[in-house]
């Protein structure tokens, strides 16, 4: 039987969904604003549910739904859903987010997605997890297009992106009237390059707030900024 990956509140079994947890999820969860409040959320591209999973934990949000095309890791996302203490307001579609637009009438205060974003192409071999790494599957104008048609009027849209990304992303996003609000940089040490932004955006221009977050201080040394954002989840922290 595999080992579920153990947070303070909630844990998540892994093992049918191509992508693992990782940082960047984790970033994301623990990132994203919940200050307006939000009383709906939607994860595009739930993979294990952790981002909705931690959002729940720190929010009042009446409904959070999740979407989830790779049959194996929707399975995994509801199993995980169901067994978190937040269970009645977590709900997973199946669905491609074409379908799910379409269907949809409903608007969200707050969307999140960790999206596929290896834009080279490349095959591991694994479908799965190519589908799951390569935006040829979500493409970012594809993305943000949907979002504007999901997103309340004072609502927000939170994502994190390879940092080579960003210029593109955000240009794509300003052309269809989305701009950031809140930005993060972040670098795996003092010494590496910038590799990821975490961007929230909102429905017309806003001035922006620019941060720089660096994860470690020297090997499995946390910086306290790290620490301070992920201790709500990881039992290590």
Same mark, same amino acid.
């Given at each position: 039987?595999?080992?579920?990956?153990? =947070?303070? !509140?909630?844990?998540?079994?892994?093992?049918?969904?191509?992508?693992?947890?990782?940082?960047?999820?984790?970033? #994301?969860?623990?990132?994203?604003?919940?200050?307006?409040?939000?009383?709906?959320? #939607?994860?595009?591209?739930?993979?294990?549910?952790?981002?909705?999973? *931690?959002?729940?934990?720190?929010?009042?949000?009446?409904?959070?739904?999740?979407?989830?095309?790779?049959?194996?890791?929707?399975?995994?996302?509801?199993?995980?859903?169901?067994?978190?203490?937040?269970?009645?307001? #977590? =709900?997973?579609?199946?669905?491609? #987010? &074409?379908? =799910?637009? &379409?269907?949809?009438?409903?608007?969200?205060?707050?969307?999140?997605?960790?999206?596929? =974003?290896?834009?080279?192409? *490349?095959?591991?071999?694994?479908?799965? %997890? &190519?589908?799951? %790494?390569?935006?040829?599957?979500?493409?970012?104008? &594809?993305?943000?297009?949907?979002?504007?048609?999901?997103?309340?009027?004072?609502?927000?849209?939170?994502?994190?992106?390879?940092?080579?990304?960003?210029?593109?992303?955000?240009?794509?996003?300003?052309?269809?009237?989305?701009?950031?609000? %809140?930005?993060?940089?972040?670098?795996?040490?003092?010494?590496?390059?910038?590799?990821?932004?975490?961007?929230?955006?909102?429905?017309?221009?806003?001035?922006?707030?620019?941060?720089?977050?660096?994860?470690?201080?020297?090997?499995? !040394?946390?910086?306290?900024?790290?620490?301070?954002?992920?201790?709500?989840?990881?039992?290590? *922290?």
């Amino acid at each position: 039987m595999t080992k579920p990956f153990l =947070f303070k !509140q909630f844990q998540v079994y892994q093992d049918r969904c191509a992508m693992k947890i990782g940082t960047d999820g984790v970033l #994301l969860g623990a990132w994203t604003s919940v200050e307006h409040q939000p009383m709906s959320i #939607l994860d595009i591209g739930a993979g294990t549910g952790v981002v909705a999973l *931690m959002l729940a934990q720190r929010s009042h949000a009446e409904t959070i739904d999740a979407i989830e095309i790779d049959e194996d890791a929707y399975e995994q996302c509801v199993e995980n859903f169901e067994a978190s203490d937040w269970a009645d307001r #977590l =709900f997973c579609y199946h669905a491609s #987010l &074409d379908e =799910f637009v &379409d269907e949809m009438d409903d608007k969200y205060e707050l969307i999140v997605s960790n999206p596929p =974003f290896y834009s080279e192409i *490349m095959a591991s071999g694994n479908e799965s %997890r &190519d589908m799951a %790494r390569q935006n040829q599957s979500l493409p970012f104008g &594809d993305l943000l297009s949907s979002v504007l048609k999901l997103l309340a009027d004072n609502g927000t849209f939170s994502t994190i992106i390879p940092f080579k990304e960003e210029e593109g992303f955000l240009k794509l996003a300003a052309a269809i009237n989305l701009h950031p609000k %809140r930005l993060m940089r972040i670098k795996g040490n003092p010494k590496s390059e910038i590799k990821r932004s975490l961007l929230e955006l909102q429905i017309g221009k806003t001035s922006v707030e620019i941060e720089n977050l660096t994860i470690e201080s020297a090997r499995h !040394q946390y910086t306290k900024e790290y620490i301070d954002l992920t201790k709500d989840f990881y039992l290590k *922290m």
